[in-house]
Nanobody, 128 residues
Framework: QLQLVESGGGVVQPGGSLRLSCAAS????????IGWFRQAPGKEREAVSC????????YYAESVKGRFTISRDNAKNTVYLQINSLKPEDTAVYYC?????????????????????WGLGTQVTVSS
């Protein structure tokens, strides 16, 4: 079966850090653009960060620039999202998604872009 599985979420204090993982099975993540999205209670899903195949051009939402870092480990067929300096407003379910790369990453990393595969999400809660 083709699937994505997120892990690494948890409960952290403001200012804390987590490393989220997105592991693929049934297909090779190396050839896909991978997006991290999140959805907080009462809010619409938003794009957080995306990475294209090849040289790995990245995109970050303004709200997370300088705090979050997306990366690939092709040998492990996994994409990571390092999330640092966490704020209460970062609390959300974080999802990863995959799509064949075909356009500028800033356009692909938007809520309206259609992705082929989605994980079920991992909860991140930032609270004191």
């Amino acid at each position: 079966q083709l699937q994505l599985v997120e892990s690494g979420g948890g409960v952290v204090q403001p200012g804390g850090s987590l490393r989220l993982s997105c592991a693929a099975s049934g297909f090779t993540l190396e050839y896909y653009t991978i997006g991290w999205f999140r959805q907080a209670p009462g809010k619409e899903r938003e794009a957080v960060s995306c990475i294209r195949p090849g040289v790995g051009v990245t995109y970050y939402a303004e709200s997370v620039k300088g705090r979050f870092t997306i990366s690939r480990d092709n040998a492990k067929n996994t994409v990571y999202l390092q999330i640092n300096s966490l704020k209460p407003e970062d609390t959300a379910v974080y999802y990863c998604a995959a799509v064949r790369g075909s356009g500028p990453v800033q356009l692909m990393c938007q809520p309206k872009w259609k992705y082929d595969y989605w994980g079920l999400g991992t909860q991140v809660t930032v609270s004191s």
